[in-house]
C-alpha cells in the first residue's frame, strides 16, 4: 500500500461546478497535509495546508480533513478551466518528511 | 536569488556516464529535498536534507544516486552511470524547515534529464 493514495484521474468537471479531489493516508502519525497544485510542464506549488481536522477555506478553495478516516480533501468551487492541472496531496510525518501521492489530473470544461 | 534554483535545466547524456545536479535553495532555508518525477507520474522521493543534520536518503533507488549538500546552502545529486530508466525530472525544493512551516515546499523548475 503506498502511503499517500490519489485517484489518477482524469476528473472531469464543467465550468462553474465543483471539483472535489481526494486523498488518503497511511501513517496515523502524520501531521500536517498539503495541496500542490502543478500545471503541465510546470513545478508544484503550494495551494493549501490543513493541520487540524474539519474544514479550512480560502477563497474558493476548501480542504478538509478526517484524522479518523486519515482522509484529506480539496474542494474546488466554481472551477476554472484555468484550475485545469495536476493537483497533489502531501503529507508530513513527524520527522519533517514529505510524502506526496501521484496526484489527480483535474479537467475544467468551458 | 529570490527562488530555488537548478541547473541545469536540460540535460542529455549518454547510458554509462555520470551526471551532477546542481540545486540553489532559497537562502535561509533549512531543509532541502530532491524528487524524481517521470512522465505523468506523481513525485517519487529521493534525499532530504535538514540543517546540519543526517540526510533521510531512504529514497534513493540505487547505491548509483548520491546528494550533498554543503552546509545550509548548495546540494549537488550525482547519478553514476546513468541508465535509460533515470530519465526524468529531477526536482529541488527547499523549506523554512521548522514545525510551523514543515511542508510548505518552494521548487525549482527542475532538470530534464534524458539519458539515451
Known amino acids: 500500500q503506498k502511503e499517500v493514495e490519489q485517484n489518477s484521474g482524469p476528473l472531469s468537471v464543467p465550468e462553474g461546478a465543483i471539483a472535489s479531489l481526494n486523498c488518503t493516508y497511511s501513517?496515523?502519525?502524520?501531521?500536517?497535509f498539503f495541496w500542490y497544485r502543478q500545471y503541465s510542464g510546470k513545478s508544484p506549488e503550494l495551494i493549501m495546508f490543513?493541520?487540524?481536522?474539519g474544514d479550512k477555506e480560502d477563497g474558493r478553495f476548501t480542504a478538509q480533513l478526517n484524522k479518523a478516516s486519515q482522509y484529506v480533501s480539496l474542494l474546488i468551487r466554481d472551477s476554472q478551466p484555468s484550475d485545469s492541472a495536476t493537483y497533489l496531496c502531501?503529507?508530513?510525518?513527524?520527522?519533517?518528511?514529505?510524502?506526496f501521492g501521484g496526484g489527480t489530473r483535474l479537467m475544467v470544461k468551458p | 536569488g529570490a527562488g530555488v534554483s537548478q541547473s541545469p535545466s536540460n540535460k542529455v547524456t549518454e547510458k554509462g556516464k555520470d551526471v551532477e545536479l546542481r540545486c540553489d535553495p532559497i537562502?535561509?532555508?533549512?531543509?532541502l529535498y530532491w524528487y524524481r518525477q517521470r512522465l505523468g507520474q506523481g513525485l517519487e522521493f529521493l534525499i532530504y536534507?535538514?540543517?546540519?543534520?543526517?540526510?533521510?536518503k531512504s529514497g534513493l533507488p540505487s547505491d548509483r544516486f548520491s546528494a550533498e549538500r554543503t552546509g545550509e546552502s548548495v546540494s549537488t545529486l550525482t547519478i553514476q552511470r546513468t541508465q535509460q530508466e533515470d530519465s526524468a525530472v529531477y526536482l529541488c525544493?527547499?523549506?523554512?524547515?521548522?514545525?510551523?512551516?514543515?511542508?510548505?515546499?518552494?521548487f525549482g523548475s527542475g532538470t530534464q534529464l534524458s539519458v539515451l
Open positions: 525544493a527547499s523549506s523554512p524547515g521548522h514545525q510551523a512551516l514543515g511542508g510548505k515546499l518552494f
Open positions: 501513517d496515523r502519525g502524520s501531521q500536517s
Open positions: 490543513i493541520y487540524s481536522n
Open positions: 502531501a503529507v508530513r510525518n513527524a520527522g519533517n518528511m514529505l510524502t
Open positions: 537562502s535561509g532555508h533549512t531543509a
Open positions: 536534507f535538514q540543517g546540519n543534520s543526517a540526510p533521510d
